[in-house]
């Protein structure tokens, strides 16, 4: 519905409105050029103001500092620089001087100490200034120093001290300064007792030491200044600008501010004044001049009121007539009266014409109804006028009487709310057909959907409707539509369900026929890093020429797209691969997808390690090749050195525990050989006895072949434990660590350790047993290192087996104190990291976890027990899904 408007009110709000604009204009005009002048000129006063305190200022210090370095040279031309009652004399003597210095006179020596002072304060001589920030600075540059704002020691007020030197041959001897109290009356209360108009004032600052030394108002004495980024403006004073500028405050105040340095001190002096006080006569102006044109308009606009109703009272009974006769809807508005030959009696006149051309036309929409309804009862279904408003109601202004046959209700009942029809809709379909109503809306589409009913005679039935959506003027959306029966046309989509599905695969084989000489595709096929080639199989199954190859492969190849598609896939392979080829067909036949290594020849003879993914796919009746390669010689190149440095690092470690093997070896042939001494030594003398007789030699070469035997069993041992295993196969964990507590046997009865081994039965594991020795010999070493070391008695190291999931668990735990902790719990297996110090190779626990977890897939871990360490690996348990995938 659009909002009434009057024409009257609108002429006169535009006309106050231009009246107003022009008078507000120019008050602004003219205020903003006042604003800007008398900115200008009370910057110049104030600076003017601010310079001549600022000069007064200079010329206070400059008195001070020449009066004292008048007297620091007379004490130094009299050499009384030593004689501290003399210098008391003269400080007292200078009355002149305590007058200028509030703060009283001092006399400092070499050792910082106060030798005289004046007026004399009680306990002030004898006081020590060694940490003060000023006085090293005069003996050291041999200057006379201001120093910075300050808490005095003795006086505990603000200060600010002059401290001149006393020369003597050119040699600082002491120091006389003097001390401006501000807590006192000083030349420095011109600034605190003077404001700068009403509520304005002055600040003296310190920039280098960031502090306000005094102000007008007490609170900024010995203040600290506001950090930088703040005050933009009182930063610029702080760099050394002089001058005037308007900003805002630290508490949130617009002031207009001037500053002007103080060289002898290295101050600056600023006054400030609120922005509000100082363009407070403007501010009244602009009061006064927005009252004049308020009062301008408002007369204005009383006038122009009374001038346009006097002539639109015609136009007003006009109104009045038309409104009457449309209270009653059966007839039609008569035609209006006119009583002035104006511009409103020519309105009038437009009027009647108007109104006769709508009656004609509400004749015509009569007759068009009737035809509307006689033509929506031919249709095989509902005509209707669906309407959203804007608070969410739905209702229904138009609905043919087909909508008795659709769902089975009357025009009354969705008149004013389409509820009921609602209520016929599945309730499986009537989320999606609002969430459908509620998109047409949001974008004004066109509505479709397809839904079920359920009609109380008919059951359930398929409805189609469609409606275009129109935005109103009110806010709400109209949609004109129909709904139809479709129950038969979805049988009929059910019988046409396998047609369409074989033309679906036929449009989809259409489809990718054409993707593949498009050039969007061919784009993306030569930027793919990796090599493609694509060929067909022969009637053996075997490649035939190359069909299609990217320009990663011609790089990879060393050739050009033409030379390439003149080749197979033999041409390129070495000789030596050839009989391989036939055996990978057949996998790839089978599985249709491969992943492989392989070599490959390049133009130039040389040969690369490749990595090739096929998949094989059916394409226009052909069984079509896809070949992505990838070069990984260099990796397989670094691979190969990394087993490389592997195997040395193993092979160090091996020769590490070389010493403890080979005297378990010892210890192991002492006792034979031995034995074969006393019968080597017996046999002599049997002879000369004559008891050696043929059945006694051969009795004794057999003991002497089985002592030999058992020592080159030992050395087999030794050997087979050393020998690295080439692939990975099914052990058992029990019985190398058993064959490794042998081999140390010798060492753990030398130093009385006992073995606890608890590894009856233990289940085979997965992977290399002959390095899975070498870490259990290494965790074993340390741990009798360690016993042996730290002499702990009774040494005790404990074995367990178990299984975890799908893993061999096998723990080796001791009593040896325990591990750093620094060290835990991953730092110890790091390369050259020992725990043995300095003794170590700091290569056999960093093995060890390479051994366990990147070569067999397992894990180890170290912690500390409550007596010792605690070792232990997890290896796979063997099974047969392990031993495949391996």
Not at 673 to 687: F, G, T
Request: net charge negative.
């Amino acid at each position: 519905m659009v909002r009434r408007q009057s024409f009257q009110r609108r002429v006169l709000v535009t006309t106050l409105a231009i009246i107003f604009a022009g008078i507000w204009f120019l008050s602004f005009i003219v205020t903003n050029s006042l604003q800007k002048d008398m900115e200008r000129l009370l910057a110049s006063q104030q600076y003017a103001t601010v310079s001549l305190m600022a000069h007064q200022i200079e010329r206070g210090f400059q008195a001070r500092v020449q009066a004292l370095e008048e007297l620091a040279g007379r004490v130094g031309q009299l050499g009384i620089a030593h004689d501290p009652e003399a210098i008391q004399s003269m400080l007292e003597y200078r009355t002149s001087l305590h007058q200028l210095f509030n703060g009283g006179l001092l006399f400092v020596d070499e050792g910082f100490t106060v030798r005289a002072d004046a007026p004399p304060q009680p306990g002030r001589r004898g006081l020590t200034y060694a940490s003060s920030p000023y006085l090293p600075t005069v003996f050291q540059e041999k200057r006379t120093v201001i120093s910075p704002p300050l808490i005095g020691g003795a006086l505990q007020r603000p200060l600010v001290v002059i401290a001149a030197p006393v020369l003597v041959d050119g040699n600082v001897v002491g120091v006389i300064s003097g001390a401006t109290n501000l807590a006192l009356p000083n030349f420095l209360d011109d600034i605190a007792a003077q404001a700068y108009g009403h509520s304005g004032g002055y600040l003296l600052v310190s920039p280098r030491d960031g502090v306000f030394v005094t102000g007008t108002q007490s609170d900024y004495v010995m203040a600290r200044v506001p950090e930088s980024g703040i005050n933009p403006q009182f930063d610029r004073y702080m760099s050394g600008y002089e001058g005037s500028g308007i900003s805002v405050s630290s508490k949130g105040v617009a002031q207009l501010s001037s500053a002007h340095s103080i060289a002898t001190p290295d101050w600056f002096l600023m006054s400030i004044l609120p922005v509000s006080e100082a363009f407070a006569p403007i501010a009244l102006l602009k009061k006064r001049i927005l009252l004049l044109a308020l009062g301008l308009t408002l007369v204005s606009g009383l006038l122009m009121a009374w001038v346009l109703r006097r002539h639109f009272r015609p136009l007003y009974q006009a109104i009045h007539s038309i409104r009457s006769a449309a209270r009653e809807p059966d007839l039609f508005p008569q035609l209006l009266e006119v009583r002035m030959n104006d511009e409103i009696g020519e309105l009038l006149k437009s009027f009647n014409v108007l109104l006769e051309t709508l009656g004609q036309q509400h004749r015509e929409l009569c007759a068009r109804d009737e035809l509307l309804a006689k033509l929506s009862s031919q249709i095989p279904g509902v005509l209707y006028q669906f309407r959203l408003g804007p608070d969410g109601q739905f209702t229904a202004p138009y609905v043919s009487h087909g909508i008795r046959k659709i769902f089975e209700l009357e025009f009354e009942d969705v008149k004013d709310d389409v509820q009921a029809v609602f209520l016929r809709i599945h309730p499986d379909e009537l989320d999606d057909v609002l969430r459908s109503i509620d998109e047409s809306a949001r974008n004004l589409t066109p509505w479709r959907s397809e839904f079920r009913v359920l009609l109380p005679g008919r059951g359930e039935s398929w409805r189609e409707g469609y409606a275009m959506p129109e935005m109103q003027d009110d806010g709400s959306v109209l949609w004109h539509g129909f709904i139809t029966d479709i129950d038969e046309r979805k049988m009929i989509e059910g019988r046409l369900h396998l047609l369409n599905e074989h033309l679906s695969e036929q449009v989809e084989l259409e489809v990718r026929e054409r993707l593949q000489s498009d050039a969007k595709y061919q784009n993306l096929f030569n930027t793919i890093p990796d090599a493609i080639f694509i060929h067909p199989l022969d009637e053996n199954n075997m490649p035939g020429v190359f069909e299609e190859v990217n320009e990663s492969a011609c790089r990879l190849l060393g050739l050009s797209r033409e030379e390439v598609l003149k080749l197979r896939p033999m041409d390129i392979l070495p000789p030596e691969y050839h009989e391989q080829v036939a055996v990978r067909m057949e996998e790839l036949l089978r599985k249709k997808h491969i992943l492989l290594e392989q070599p490959l020849r390049t133009a130039d003879g040389r040969v690369l390690t490749i990595e090739r993914t096929s998949s094989l796919h059916a394409m226009n009746g052909r069984q079509i090749l896809f070949s992505i390669v990838r070069d990984i010689t260099e990796k397989k190149r670094l691979e190969r050195e990394r087993e490389m440095n592997q195997a040395l690092l193993i092979q160090q470690s091996k020769l590490a525990d070389l010493g403890h093997m080979i005297g378990a070896i010892a210890h192991q042939w002492k006792q034979p050989l031995n034995n074969i001494a006393i019968i080597a030594q017996s046999l002599p003398d049997m002879q000369e006895t004559g008891e050696l007789d043929r059945k006694t030699l051969v009795d004794y070469t057999g003991k002497l072949m089985n002592l030999i035997q058992f020592m080159n069993q030992t050395v087999d041992d030794f050997r087979s434990f050393y020998r690295p295993s080439r692939e990975m196969a099914a052990f058992s964990p029990a019985d190398d660590v058993r064959a490794v507590v042998q081999l140390l046997q010798d060492r753990l009865a030398r130093h009385g350790i006992e073995v606890d081994m608890d590894t009856e039965g233990g289940p085979p594991a997965w992977g290399y047993s002959g390095e899975f020795r070498q870490a259990v010999l290494s965790v074993l070493n340390n741990a009798i290192d360690v016993l042996v070391e730290r002499s702990v008695p009774q040494g005790h190291i404990a074995i367990e087996l178990g299984v975890e999931g799908d893993f061999v668990m096998i723990a080796i735990e001791d009593n040896g104190g325990g591990i750093s902790a620094e060290l835990l719990p991953d730092k110890l297996f790091n390369a050259f990291t020992s725990t043995k110090g300095e003794e170590g190779t700091g290569i056999g626990l960093s093995l060890c976890r390479t051994i366990i977890e990147e070569k067999m897939g397992g894990r180890i871990t170290a912690r500390n027990t409550d007596g010792g360490a605690r070792f232990t690996f997890w290896l796979p348990l063997h099974q047969e899904e392990t031993r495949e995938e391996t």
